[in-house]
């Protein structure tokens, strides 16, 4: 497994008054290397910047130059009021994509690999959004293309709907998109609703499950087992990006969710059998949000044990612990399986689906 850091990571850095703090991914790298297997199985590599003409595979030029006129002024905002600028923003999210897509080149020699930095998902070609300035996943998807793969599968379990993803390839055929999210009647960006399914010869590859605030590992398990892993096996994808971000767990402090790391563990395994059986495990794993480091770094540790077949140990580190601001255990995996059994507005948007989907293309 290869795992994507640099101390450059720690440059994309809004300010302290910020939500999304860097130092979650050092924290990750530390939490890491203080579980010896783990460790030994990990082999961390520092990325390069993406260049001008990897990025341009996604963003336009014009939005480049907005970007990089914005990082020399090191003021205002990058979008609405949301994407703040600071000096050497251009050069922080380039590293970002670059770290994205050196695990994508790493991961086509078959050996599975996650970038701590990546899942940018909210940017679109030509503007900043969501926190996101360039949007690694567009880059590394267009960067598949160009290769010629015909069936690409992007999964997103953040809490947060992936929309610069989802509409930037909305009539894209080659781009299986599932987006399981905390419904935008309460969640920015407000969008990915169940009858956005694509459009043209991409219509029913773009699979949008959208979660009432406080759905859990209950929820999750029946959405993954009625709609993702029919969908997916049916797609037989070449390869496979999974956003894991951290915001889906039940404590992070902007979102409304309630996974446990029970939830990270189950995808990981559903999207890890599938690229053995398909694309000759080529899978990226990327960071994505999160916004309480406690729970996102064992999110992520979840997903990454998972994917290497190791079985983490009961206790978080101490050292690792002591780095906290506060924590409300000292586990490493939650306990407690989380959520209720499959209630009527759950159940209605998984029918809606099979509707929309899944008998159209002869699944059910």
Known sequence: MYVSYSEGYLSYDFGPDHPMRPERLEYFIKLLESISLLKECSHIFRPEKASKNLL????????????????????????????????????????????????????????????????????????????????????????????????????????????????????????????????????????????????????????????????????????????????????KPEFIIMQCGGDSHWGDPITHLELSTYSYILATETLKEVAERYSSSRIVLLGGGGYNIFNTNRCWLSALATLLDISLPEYAPKKWLSLLDSYVHPYLLDRELTGREPGPIVKETVEKLKELVLKPKGIV
């Not at 996101?132 to 960067?143: P, Q, S, T």
């Open 56 to 235: 341009t595979l996604f963003h336009t030029e014009d939005y480049l130059q907005f970007v990089k006129e914005s990082c020399s002024k090191g003021v205002g905002y990058l979008d609405s009021f949301d994407t703040p600028a600071f000096r050497g923003c251009f050069e922080a999210a380039s590293l970002m994509v670059g770290g994205t897509l050196e695990c994508v080149r790493r991961a086509e020699e078959g050996v599975p690999a996650f970038n701590v930095g990546g899942g940018y998902h909210h940017a679109y070609p030509d503007r900043a959004s969501g926190f996101c300035i360039f949007n690694d996943v567009g880059v590394a998807v267009k960067f598949l293309e160009s290769k010629n793969y015909r069936r690409i599968l992007y999964f997103d379990m953040d809490a947060h709907h992936g929309d610069g993803v989802m509409y930037s390839f909305y009539d894209d055929p080659r781009l299986l998109c599932i987006d399981i999210h905390e419904s935008g009647q309460y969640l920015f960006p407000g969008t990915g609703f169940e009858n956005e399914i694509g459009v043209e010869d991409a219509k029913g590859l773009k699979v949008n499950i959208h979660l009432q605030p406080y759905s859990g590992d209950c929820e999750f398990e029946y959405i993954l087992q009625e709609i993702v892993k029919p969908v997916v096996e049916w797609f």
